[in-house]
C-alpha cells in the first residue's frame, strides 16, 4: 500500500507571495492533518480534515487554510508570505479521525519544504 | 495545556550500548502515545503506538512503556547500531472530544557512534 505523499517537496517563494501544497492520503485513511516543523517551535498541529470538514484547529492565523477534497486529498494554503513560514510542512493520514475508539495512529509524508525569501 | 517534553535533547553512545529516552506530559489525560523516529530533512516515521490502556509495546530492538498516572513514557533501545542515528520524537493525543492532534515534544537527538 503506497505511503503518504506530498507535492512539491521543495519550494521557494518570496514574501508576500501565496502557496499551496498538497497531500494525498494513505488509500481508505479519512483524516488528514497538517503539521508545521521548525527548528525553533518544533511539530506545531495546523489543522485536521475528516470527510472534507475542518474538524480540529492549531493556533495559527488566518492565513494559513486548508481543504480536503472527497477522494481525501488534501491541499493547504498560505497566503501573503512571510518569512517565519519557512519551514517544513508535514502532512499526515490516520483511519479515523476524533470522537472514535480507534487508535489514532498517524501516518506521516516526506513532507514540504518551503523556503521564503 | 498539555506539554511534552523530552530528556535530553541530544544523546551520543558507542554502538551496541542499551539506551532510554524519556518523554513526560503535563496532563494524563491522553488517548495514546506515539513514538517517531526523524531522520535529517525527512518525514517521521511511526516506531510505536500505546493506546491509554496499555503500559507498553515491543517492536524489535524497540520497548515503549507508558505511566499514565505520572505522566511518563520511556523508549528503550537495545544493542544500538549506527543505523539508530535520528531525532526520536514522541507525541500524544488528547483524550476525548475533537481533539485527535498530535501534541510533539522536541525530540532527542540520537548518536550511535561505530
Known amino acids: 500500500k503506497a505511503g503518504v505523499t506530498q507535492t512539491p517537496r521543495y519550494l521557494i517563494k518570496t514574501r508576500g507571495q501565496q502557496v499551496t501544497l498538497s497531500c494525498s492520503p494513505i488509500?481508505?485513511?479519512?483524516?488528514v492533518s497538517w503539521y508545521q516543523q521548525t527548528p525553533g517551535q518544533g511539530l506545531q498541529f495546523l489543522f485536521e480534515?475528516?470527510?472534507?470538514?475542518?474538524?480540529n484547529k492549531g493556533n495559527f492565523p488566518g492565513r494559513f487554510s486548508g481543504r480536503q477534497f472527497s477522494n481525501s486529498r488534501s491541499e493547504m494554503n498560505v497566503s501573503t508570505l512571510e518569512l517565519g513560514d519557512s519551514a517544513l510542512y508535514l502532512c499526515?493520514?490516520?483511519?479515523?479521525?476524533?470522537?472514535?475508539?480507534?487508535?489514532?495512529?498517524?501516518?506521516f509524508g516526506p513532507g514540504t519544504r518551503l523556503t521564503v525569501t | 495545556k498539555q506539554e511534552v517534553t523530552q530528556i535530553p535533547a541530544a544523546l551520543s553512545v558507542p554502538e551496541g550500548e542499551n539506551l532510554v529516552l524519556n518523554c513526560s506530559f503535563t496532563?494524563?489525560?491522553?488517548?495514546?502515545l506515539q513514538w517517531f523516529r526523524q531522520d535529517p530533512g525527512k518525514g517521521l516515521t511511526s516506531l510505536l503506538l500505546?493506546?491509554?490502556?496499555?503500559r507498553e509495546q515491543t517492536s524489535g530492538r524497540l520497548n515503549a512503556s507508558l505511566d499514565k498516572s505520572s505522566g511518563r513514557s520511556t523508549l528503550y533501545i537495545a544493542a544500538s547500531q549506527p543505523g539508530d542515528s535520528a531525532t526520536y520524537l514522541c507525541?500524544?493525543?488528547?483524550?476525548?472530544?475533537?481533539?485527535?492532534?498530535?501534541?510533539f515534544g522536541k525530540g532527542t537527538k540520537l548518536s550511535v557512534k561505530p
Open positions: 499526515a493520514s490516520s483511519l479515523q479521525s476524533s470522537g472514535t475508539r480507534f487508535s489514532y495512529e498517524q501516518y
Open positions: 488509500s481508505g485513511h479519512r483524516s
Open positions: 480534515y475528516f470527510s472534507e470538514t475542518q474538524r
Open positions: 496532563d494524563s489525560a491522553i488517548y495514546n
Open positions: 500505546i493506546q491509554s490502556s496499555q
Open positions: 507525541a500524544v493525543v488528547r483524550d476525548g472530544g475533537s481533539q485527535g492532534n498530535l501534541i
